[in-house]
């Protein structure tokens, strides 16, 4: 039972990026720090709507771990974003 449960998180989290990339291509916006965001957010609402009741499987309690590498990663990508907007000389 938690093998079918794992595999249907995985299979969620993989129809999550596949349209994600269907959608940012058609777009014509496809590109690295994007389609990180939006797996990331993806990946953020899947995680919270597979969440189970009871019992929280061990698999599940090392997701954690992805979560905070993730934030870590889009807060890089917030401040690269924002140093880029600003005028050269701002900081130094």
């Known amino acids: 039972m938690a093998t079918r ?3 249907r998180f995985v299979h969620a989290q993989l129809a ?3 349209a994600t990339v269907l959608g940012l291509s058609l777009l014509g916006s496809l590109s690295y720090e994007l389609f990180f ?3 990331l957010i993806g990946f953020l609402v899947v995680v919270e709507l597979t969440a ?3 019992v929280t499987p061990r698999w599940r309690s090392r997701l954690k771990w992805l979560i905070g590498l993730g934030l870590v990663v889009f807060g890089y990508i917030v401040v690269r974003r ?3 907007i ?3 000389g701002v900081f130094g």
């Open 37 to 39: 965001v939006v797996s």
């Open 52 to 54: 189970p009741f009871n």
């Open 16 to 18: 999550w990026m596949l």
């Open 86 to 88: 600003l005028p050269p």
């Open 5 to 7: 449960r794992r595999q």
């Open 82 to 84: 924002i140093l880029a």
